[in-house]
């Protein structure tokens, strides 16, 4: 089973700052099938990367992947208030598709 | 406007039975896989499986596979999750989702479109 180890924890950044989520495998990622995932409080989960670095329907150009074989980085640009959520990474290139245990931004 | 509504939170004892529901509207429902992800308190993601509402056609992770049952009534554009005989380590919130399509390619394992989730706690 392939485990993802997201870090940090937690970020606290302002607006208009840039965050960088990190999101690490424990072995290679099989054709980086990695997607990453925003949920806002309250809200459904949200897809916003598939395949390591192509955004999904509707998802603003702020939002970017990167990465291969084993370390993924989500980088969003001009943070705004509403990006506050917790992130998640999935890989899918391997079964059990496994997920990683959750990035918490915080906008200050 | 694509929509999953979940039926509401559980309470039940170990040993119960349990079924829980994901109804699907804004598309066509049988042509879309729906997944089945558990949250446990504190704790991260996990995918369980999905369904394939068209043909009930039916995927489950190792970890899953014969403690749960996924299933679709594509009659009335539902997917379900069931146990048999619940136990404690069962609580958790649990997510249905539809499988993700971009313009070119299907994923059946990750997903864009998820429900409100349904929180089951079982405990004596």
């Known amino acids: 089973e392939i485990v993802l180890t997201q870090s940090p924890g937690t970020l606290s950044l302002s607006p208009g700052e840039r965050a960088t989520l990190s999101c690490r495998a424990s072995?290679?990622?099989?054709?980086?099938?990695l997607a990453w995932y925003q949920q806002k409080p309250g809200q459904a989960h949200r897809l916003l990367i598939y395949d390591a670095s192509s955004r999904a329907t509707g998802i603003p150009d702020r939002f970017s992947g990167s990465g291969s074989g084993t370390d993924f980085t989500l980088t969003i640009s001009r943070l705004e208030p509403e990006d506050c959520a917790v992130y998640y990474c999935q890989q899918y290139g391997s079964s059990p598709y496994t997920f990683g245990q959750g990035t918490k931004l915080e906008i200050k | 406007e694509v929509q999953l509504v979940q039926s509401g939170a559980e309470v039940k004892k170990p040993g119960e039975s349990l079924k829980i529901s994901c109804k699907g509207s804004?598309?066509?429902?049988?042509?879309?896989?729906i997944g089945w992800v558990r949250q446990m308190p504190g704790k991260g993601l996990e995918w369980m499986g999905i369904?394939?509402?068209?043909?009930?056609?039916?995927r489950y992770s190792p970890s899953f596979q014969g403690q749960v049952t996924i299933s679709a009534d594509k009659s009335i554009s539902t997917a379900y999750l069931q146990w048999s005989s619940l136990k404690a380590s069962d609580t958790a919130v649990y997510y249905c989702a539809r499988e993700f399509c971009s313009s070119t390619s299907c994923y059946n394992v990750i997903f864009d479109f998820w429900g409100q989730g349904t929180l089951v706690t079982v405990s004596s």
């Open positions: 369904v394939y509402p068209g043909d009930s056609d039916t």
């Open positions: 804004g598309y066509s429902f049988t042509s879309y896989w």
């Open positions: 072995q290679s990622v099989s054709s980086n099938n």
